[in-house]
């Protein structure tokens, strides 16, 4: 089948408009009679559902945990991008649009890209208005502040739970419709397959995670909003129930899935400290706002401080080497993502990591402490202040912005963050790639939606900080109820869908198989057991950098060990009772397979584009270089076995900006 | 360090339910609780017998998932933490930890230490939003100016990640820190003042429905909350009631 | 309003108002007592006003009583309530981690100053009630007694010891559950954040004078019968 990404004709600043000017609607009394599946509700699956809901449609919304405000869209911290222009410091549309694309190394979407930038501005307005209490000046109008690989402040945030705060306005807006029976919310529910009827999506098969049974949900149209599969590391900042289950079956029942192998490791986490990991925390990028990362200049101090003999705050500021200012001066700090993470790797695989395991480096605050201490000293009038007030003062500051971010590092570190540096090292944070979807957020299963970090849309092979709450906001409340409409005006008169069908049957019986199968195979390693052992597979030869031998050994790896998985799983309990490792059974099952699809389109992309670095193509000095011939999306049909799968090439074609090198020199 | 266990076991919401011992060793200081108790439920796989189950997901401290009542309070010994958040460093070696679910009527056990804590969503359902269609066609966002100060309690208040703690902790069971958070958070903004009375009214309502107990000023369920949401929600949650029935 | 009272907050308030109107007569019946040892005669004539004044005894006290009872009632069925909400119990729960030991035992410092009354009515309301009611003596004169027999009457009851003990150790709770009660009322009511700190002052300065008081007066006329 050939991709059709169904970009409208014309300027791109009217694609929308025009696009949305003459599609189909569906009129109200007709959209009682149509029934829609949204699968997740974080902040895509959330705002789609209420919007939805609020157009007229039934709306049927699962969640795998007891409420929808627990997605994990709740744990985003630092903002929100829009380009409002409030700063009046040269924002528009096409900026955002321009630094998206740059941002993405040139491997996104244009048109949607642009939509998404055009869209911003009404997720602000519309989130003010259901009451989310972004950080306001004290003229009492919206405060902003700046993200990485950007030159703007437009970055909209409440404290540093913006991601919360969002997710509660969109639960909020769900829950009016709820009340209003609407939306039918199903809690503790996961989706395990899609039911595709006479080529159509018509509806899915999900587990009562509470009871253990096999419920049949029939509707007009299935949405997937089910977020990313960073978990496919093991250790990552996802939550701990995160998985591509939900992507991934319909992957295999006909949608492709495109770019697997752009995943965003975020710099400023905490750093590992020791096997029984679960996860890692991140810490808000905002925090390359006021922090200077540096590691010491010389080995020895290195040494000395890994010993514990000499303190990070003795070095004197000759010592120490601010790699990303000395390499980066225009950006800094504040350079993207994927580059400031490269950047920590470098200098740690060179030996200068200054923690026990070697991969962590400071992320120093007092710079800040002083240059706010010192305006609020002017501030309040206070002449000649002691260097202990200034930084009093300061510290003040800091703390009314990034508190909860100090007090979080200091609960998990046990070290004080406004004494000492704060230690961070690179971790999995968000997956770029995903579902493929057209300009309509259509896969290639008709009536089958993907939104928010479920698809691959609007990133490309990077993803700037702040962009991913915006997109989920802008798919579900601004973007997917007009699509969607488009294609439910031809099944005004279909009628409600039987799940008495055939291909209802078939489904359920293949979701029960596999699901028996898992609690009677009775075999010697928990689940757990196979799910680290393909993160460190992936971690170590899919993660911040990659080559084509470690890929091909990592495909080979991935395989043996989904064999194992499937002959030596352990599964305790029954398949008829709340089992949390039945549950995470299936989804590290997935995880098996897509981790191998993964490595495969690293391996296939034979360039360097933001989080995708392939050692064999960098430039002199270590940056990625990217190559015109892969200037595609990698969209990838199911055929089996991984290593089966066919590739199909969506070209990207820029006509409203200029590919150039993306240098943040 | 070694620790002993003490767990509550249930098989399902029906099941009478009773504490059960078990041993772990090994445990490293820098662990978070639920590390700890990763570690446990391995122990338990490889033996062939039933993980613990519990309600978690994000583990760091915002999804409001996790929810164990920990040497008698709720999220453990420590302060402005979940359990998730909370470290091993807080026990010592030797130590027994007794370790149960959330204890409420309204609150029923689901399975071990998972609750079901629907309540609470149906409150929200009764009134916990501001009835805006999401259309994108609401005023501009900086239309209305709203002081820092309003701006930044309401967001105190925001900051409720629904666990439960507060009733656990209440010697009553009682909601109020919860739902006082809610109506404070409107009750504070512009936006939220046209039905301000109304959801006052149905959420308290909905509460008492619930079967929620009173608040009688204990003042436990701030000091417990992971988040530290004041009292005073409460206190104005009080007035906002006073406000709409007069 | 009637549906307000039926609420859980409607019923805080509730007990909050009738908790100011015991607090308030707590205030006056001490200014009252303390005149017993500063000026016996003082002490007696208002004492005869309270006791004979029409609208003191036909208007104010039901309605003191009201309160009591209501306070009483309301007191015990939240608590029963509030029990209920929590159907199983903690194997383990340490409530001293988060709360104070008065704010967790109401319903006992309640209980104990219930009993308090009892034994304060059989001590001076049912006589009193009994001279005035069934017997129809206003005058507030005894045989023996020069003057009024209020002050007679009072040191007369605490030359026993145990009396005094028991009024003392009444009075020791009565503290307990004030020092809750009193801020716990102002909260109810939805007293704000701005003058928290100065009401907790308040409300501990009252929780130790009132039940100082009283105490201070029962041991002055025991030592001084």
């Known amino acids: ?665 | 360090m070694n620790l002993t266990l003490k767990i509550w076991r249930q098989v399902d919401a029906k099941d009478k339910g009773k504490m059960v011992d078990y041993k772990v060793t090994e445990i490293s200081e820098s662990m978070s609780f639920l590390e700890m108790m990763d570690v446990l439920n391995e122990q338990l796989v490889n033996a062939g017998e039933q993980p613990v189950a519990f309600d978690h997901d994000c583990r760091e401290g915002i999804c409001g998932m996790c929810s164990m009542y920990i040497n008698g309070e709720a999220h453990g010994p420590d302060r402005g933490v979940t359990t998730c958040q909370l470290h091993m460093r807080m026990f010592k070696d030797g130590d027994t930890i007794t370790i149960e679910p959330w204890r409420a009527g309204a609150f029923p056990v689901i399975k071990d230490l998972v609750v079901d804590r629907s309540a609470f969503d149906r409150i929200q359902h009764a009134g916990g939003y501001i009835s805006v269609n999401t259309s994108g066609n609401t005023q501009d966002a900086n239309a209305i100016p709203i002081s820092k100060q309003a701006a930044d309690t309401a967001m105190d208040a925001a900051t409720c990640i629904g666990c439960g703690a507060c009733v656990a902790t209440c010697k009553n069971s009682s909601a109020m820190l919860f739902v006082g958070a809610k109506v404070s958070q409107y009750a504070l903004l512009p936006q939220g003042q046209v039905e301000a009375a109304d959801r006052v009214r149905n959420m308290v309502a909905q509460m008492d429905l619930e079967g929620f107990g009173n608040c009688t000023n204990t003042g436990a369920c701030e000091v417990e909350c992971p988040k530290g949401i004041s009292l005073d929600t409460i206190a104005r949650m009080n007035r906002e009631l006073m406000k709409a029935s007069i | 309003m009637s549906g307000f009272f039926k609420s859980s907050i409607g019923r805080k308030v509730a007990m909050a108002l009738s908790a100011f109107f015991l607090m308030f007569f707590l205030l006056q019946h001490l200014s009252i007592n303390i005149l017993s040892v500063l000026s016996p005669d003082t002490f007696n004539e208002v004492s005869h006003f309270m006791g004979t004044n029409p609208l003191v005894q036909f208007a104010l006290q039901p309605v003191l009583i009201f309160a009591v009872v209501f306070h009483f009632v309301m007191g015990f069925v939240l608590e029963l309530r509030n029990s209920k909400a929590r159907k199983v119990s903690y194997a383990k729960n340490n409530g001293a981690a988060n709360s104070s030991w008065m704010s967790r035992n109401m319903i006992w410092s309640g209980i104990t100053i219930l009993a308090f009354i009892g034994l304060h009515f059989v001590d001076f309301w049912f006589p009193e009630i009994n001279t005035k009611f069934i017997q129809g003596d206003w005058s507030g004169t005894m045989e023996g007694v020069e003057g009024f027999r209020y002050h007679e009457e009072l040191v007369h009851k605490f030359a026993n010891p145990i009396r005094v003990a028991a009024y003392v150790f009444c009075f020791v709770l009565l503290g307990l559950h004030l020092a809750h009660g009193f801020t716990s009322a102002f909260q109810s009511m939805g007293g704000t954040a701005g003058r928290k700190k100065t009401l907790q002052n308040i409300g501990k300065a009252y929780a130790i004078i009132i039940p100082a008081g009283f105490i201070f007066i029962a041991i002055y006329h025991h030592l001084n019968h």
Not at chain 1, 35 to 55: P, R
Not at chain 1, 279 to 299: A, C, F, H, Q, Y
Not at chain 1, 354 to 374: C, I, M, P
Request: with cysteine; glycine share 10%; aromatic share 10%.
């Open chain 1, 1 to 665: 089948m050939a991709l059709d990404s169904k970009i409208p004709k014309g300027p791109i600043k009217d694609k929308w408009t025009d696009y949305k000017n003459h599609i189909n609607l569906v009129n109200p009394a007709n959209k009682r009679h149509i029934d829609v599946i949204v699968v997740g509700t974080g902040l895509a699956g959330g705002s789609a559902s209420a919007t939805l809901a609020e157009l007229g449609y039934n709306v049927k919304a699962f969640a795998y945990q007891d409420s929808p405000r627990r997605a994990h869209s709740i744990a985003a911290q630092g903002g929100i991008n829009a380009a409002k222009n409030y700063q009046g410091d040269g924002d528009s549309t096409y900026r955002l649009f321009y630094d998206t694309v740059k941002g993405g190394d040139y491997r996104s979407r244009e048109a949607n890209v642009y939509r998404l930038a055009e869209v911003s501005a009404n997720i602000i307005d519309q989130c003010v208005a259901q009451g989310v209490p972004f950080a306001r000046d004290y003229g009492g109008l919206l405060d902003n502040r700046s993200f990485g690989g950007v030159l703007v402040s437009r970055t909209f945030y409440a404290k540093g739970q913006t991601g919360q705060q969002l997710l509660l306005g969109a639960y909020s807006a769900m829950n009016r419709q709820i009340a209003r029976g609407k939306i039918e919310m199903f809690n503790r529910h996961e989706m395990l397959d899609v039911v595709v009827v006479d080529g159509k999506a018509r509806g899915i098969i999900a587990r009562n995670l509470v009871t253990g049974e096999i419920e049949r949900h029939s509707a007009h149209a299935v949405v997937i909003a089910s977020g990313g599969y960073g978990n496919v590391y093991f250790l990552s900042t996802n939550a701990m129930g995160s998985n591509v289950t939900a992507g991934w079956k319909v992957h295999k029942k006909g949608a492709y899935f495109a770019n697997p192998c752009y995943t965003q490791i975020h710099p400023t986490c905490i750093p590992r400290s020791g096997d029984y990991q679960s996860k890692l925390t991140l810490m808000s990028e905002s925090l390359r706002n006021d922090g200077r990362i540096w590691v010491p200049k010389n080995l020895d101090d290195v040494k000395a401080i890994r010993e514990g003999s000499k303190k990070p705050t003795e070095l004197t500021e000759d010592q120490r080497d601010y790699y990303l200012e000395r390499r980066y001066p225009a950006f800094g700090n504040l350079v993207p993502r994927d580059v400031a993470s490269r950047a920590a790797k470098e200098r740690c695989d060179a030996g200068y990591g200054v923690n026990a395991t070697g991969e962590a480096v400071y992320l120093d605050f007092a710079a800040s402490f002083e240059r706010y201490g010192k305006e609020q000293a002017k501030i309040q009038n206070i002449s000649n202040p002691s260097e202990a007030k200034i930084k009093e003062l300061g510290q003040e500051i800091v703390k009314a912005k990034y508190g909860n971010l100090f007090q979080m590092y200091e609960k998990i570190v046990d070290e004080n963050p406004y004494e000492t540096p704060m230690m961070i090292y690179p971790a999995v944070h968000y997956t770029m790639g995903g579902v493929w979807v057209d300009y309509n957020l259509m896969t290639t299963i008709p009536g089958c939606y993907a939104i928010g970090e479920a698809n691959f849309s609007d990133h490309g092979a990077n993803r700037l900080g702040a962009s991913a709450l915006m997109q989920g906001l802008a798919d579900g409340y601004f973007v997917l109820p007009y699509t969607i409409g488009d294609y439910l005006a031809d099944d005004i008169r279909t009628g409600k869908i039987s799940t008495e069908s055939s291909e209802f049957e078939a489904a359920e019986k293949e979701v029960t198989e596999r699901i028996e199968f898992f609690i009677n195979n009775k075999g010697t390693h928990s689940v757990d057991y196979y799910h680290k052992k393909l993160g460190k597979i992936m971690w170590d030869k899919c993660g911040m950098s990659r080559n084509a031998e470690g890929l091909e050994t990592a495909i080979e790896e991935i395989s043996a060990l989904r064999k194992d998985f499937w002959q030596n799983v352990n599964v305790p309990g029954t398949s008829t009772e709340y089992n949390e490792q039945l549950a995470k059974a299936g989804r590290v099952a997935d995880f098996l397979e897509l981790g191998e699809l993964f490595a495969k389109d690293a391996l296939v992309r034979e360039e360097s584009a933001g989080g995708h670095f392939r050692e064999e193509h960098q430039t002199e000095d270590g940056e990625a270089k990217r190559i015109k011939e892969f200037q595609f999306v990698s969209a990838w049909e199911y055929k089996g076995e991984p290593k089966d799968a066919v590739l199909h090439k969506e070209e990207l074609a820029y006509e409203n900006i200029e590919v150039k090198e993306r240098s943040y020199k």
